[in-house]
């Protein structure tokens, strides 16, 4: 247990569908990331959130939409999504970024979808 | 771009046995981590040394920095079936920036019993 909680931990959807993903983290950190690890793939990072503002997008697809209400929530809001973006959804979080480095990331189990 | 890249790919060893896998990066670094992840759940950090550090150890874990060759290497001794996992080296390049860290590919680690 690492103190990062996601829900659901498996998500069948349609193409059409609307669902979310939800991640929270009792560790009082300020720093929250989405990632998402594809078979025989790097884990590829998707949103980045520094004292709730989104810091990073890496040329994500509108179909995922990052929402951060306060710094221990995240969600990933999920809309028309495609087969291909079947995988695994990684939350973690970390102390505050910036001041000269990153230290250890705390991850959730993971969301497994599978889009249909 | 990719900054870690681990190697080998996939390792298959007899328990007992010693494990090593490396990582070779190409930037500068803050520091660097190992973490290791069982099949098909989060990933669990393992250990952090940092760029003025050149060893350094957890348990039956060693690992070691070299940073004028830009490698880092994680041991495991006398393994246990348990340690089938996969293991990751993240990378924290200096000079800051918002995106914290990069993920190599892994290596898939199977202990034989």
């Known amino acids: 247990e690492t103190g990062v909680t996601q829900t659901p931990r498996h998500l069948v959807m349609g193409m059409t569908n609307k669902k979310s993903l939800k991640c929270e983290q009792h560790l009082g950190h300020n720093a929250m990331y989405w990632y998402k690890q594809s078979a025989k793939k790097p884990l590829e990072l998707m949103f980045v959130y520094n004292f709730k503002e989104q810091t990073e997008n890496n040329s994500v697809p509108s179909r995922f939409s990052p929402e951060c209400p306060n710094s221990s929530h995240l969600f990933l809001h999920l809309h028309t999504l495609q087969p291909e973006d079947s995988a695994l959804y990684l939350c973690?979080?970390?102390?505050?970024?910036?001041?000269?480095?990153?230290?250890?990331?705390?991850f959730g189990p993971g969301t497994r979808l599978l889009v249909l | 771009s990719q900054q870690g890249e681990e190697d080998p790919q996939a390792l298959s060893i007899q328990e007992g046995e010693n494990a090593t896998m490396n990582c070779s990066y190409k930037?500068?670094?803050?520091?660097l981590q190992w973490y290791r992840q069982n099949s098909g759940r989060g990933l669990v950090h393992l250990i952090l040394i940092r760029s003025n550090e050149r060893e350094k150890h957890s348990g039956r874990l060693r690992v070691t920095l070299d940073t004028s060759k830009k490698s880092s290497s994680l041991l495991i001794t006398a393994s246990r079936a348990a340690d089938t996992a996969s293991y990751f080296c993240a990378t924290d390049p200096s000079g800051g920036g918002a995106d914290g860290l990069t993920f190599g590919k892994g290596t898939h680690l199977i202990i034989q019993p």
């Open positions: 973690a979080s970390s102390q505050a970024l910036g001041g000269g480095g990153s230290e250890t990331q705390y």
């Open positions: 930037t500068s670094i803050n520091n």
